[in-house]
């Protein structure tokens, strides 16, 4: 009888399995084209077999008696809800507020679920991880997205 070992392993390769195919469903409904020619759902589709596949190979590993054994903690919901309600208002500020503010606010929030919290820190990360947006987003590939509130640029 197969025993999970690795239950963190387990749990990975569901999530990245069912990731996985999730995108390579999605992805079907774009054009595909060809490996000469690719349209725009064939690297997702692609990439999306790729991530069930490893998804498999780490659920897999997580059944071997070679692996440590290891338990599932408990989820922390007071953590999650500061991530993934950072996640909604950064989507809910980005148009109001542009793109620097709502990824500042982003950090500052999501940074609160950090047991090692800390301003200084928050703020650093905050200012890095804007100018990172700023020269990957607006200056890399001219994403078209407000960068500053609609009060300033009129």
């Not at 990245?16 to 690297?43: C, D, E, N």
């Not at 589709?45 to 440590?68: C, N, R, W």
């Not at 309600?85 to 507020?97: E, H, I, N, R, T």
């Not at 606010?105 to 990360?125: D, Q, T």
Request: charged content about 10%; cysteine-free; overall charge positive.
């Amino acid at each position: 009888m197969l025993r999970i070992r690795s239950q963190k392993d387990f749990a990975s390769g569901v999530m990245f399995v069912l990731v996985g195919l999730g995108f390579s469903w999605v992805a079907q409904g774009y054009t595909m084209g060809s490996a000469a020619k690719m349209g725009p759902g064939y690297f997702p589709f692609l990439l999306g077999l790729v991530l069930a596949f490893l998804g498999a190979l780490v659920l897999i590993g997580s059944l071997s008696t070679k692996g440590e054994a290891d338990q599932l903690e408990r989820w922390d919901i007071k953590i999650l809800l500061w991530i993934l309600g950072s996640v909604v208002l950064f989507g809910l500020l980005l148009k109001p507020l542009g793109m620097v503010l709502s990824v500042f606010v982003l950090v500052l929030v999501s940074s609160m679920a950090s047991h090692e919290f800390s301003w200084k820190g928050a703020l650093a990360n905050g200012v890095v991880l804007v100018l990172i947006s700023l020269g990957a987003f607006v200056y890399g590939i001219n994403l078209q997205m407000p960068v500053w509130p609609a009060f300033i640029t009129g």
